[in-house]
Nanobody, 124 residues
Framework: QVQVVESGGGLVQAGGSLRLSCTASGLNFGSYDMGWFRQAPGVEREEVSCINWSGTYTYYDDSVKGRFTISRDNAKKTQYLQMNSLKPEDTGMYYC?????????????????WGQGTQVTVSS
């Protein structure tokens, strides 16, 4: 059974930083692309970032480019999302997702293994 667990969320002032972590068990961690989605109240879940299995490819939504950095350590079976220069509009529940068919899978939302989410709140 695949289990995905996020950590690292919290309350931070605008301009501050947080680092989210995601671990997974029940699969060969280093073989999967993975990433982060977020969801604010009343808003559809949106993709934030994705990283391929080897860390050689990354994707960022335009809203976070230059502020967020995705990375992974396959030996530690952990991926990270470093979030700098946080804005109030970054507030939401952040979900780690593992994509069996890759970052480019057009159905990856339906195909993914999901964590329970970690709350990020940025105050102005």
């Amino acid at each position: 059974q695949v289990q995905v667990v996020e950590s690292g969320g919290g309350l931070v002032q605008a301009g501050g930083s947080l680092r989210l972590s995601c671990t997974a068990s029940g699969l060969n961690f280093g073989s999967y692309d993975m990433g982060w989605f977020r969801q604010a109240p009343g808003v559809e879940r949106e993709e934030v970032s994705c990283i391929n299995w080897s860390g050689t490819y990354t994707y960022y939504d335009d809203s976070v480019k230059g502020r967020f950095t995705i990375s992974r350590d396959n030996a530690k079976k952990t991926q990270y999302l470093q979030m700098n220069s946080l804005k109030p509009e970054d507030t939401g529940m952040y979900y780690c997702a593992i994509f069996p068919y890759g970052c480019s899978d057009s159905s990856k939302v339906d195909d993914a293994y999901w964590g329970q989410g970690t709350q990020v709140t940025v105050s102005s």
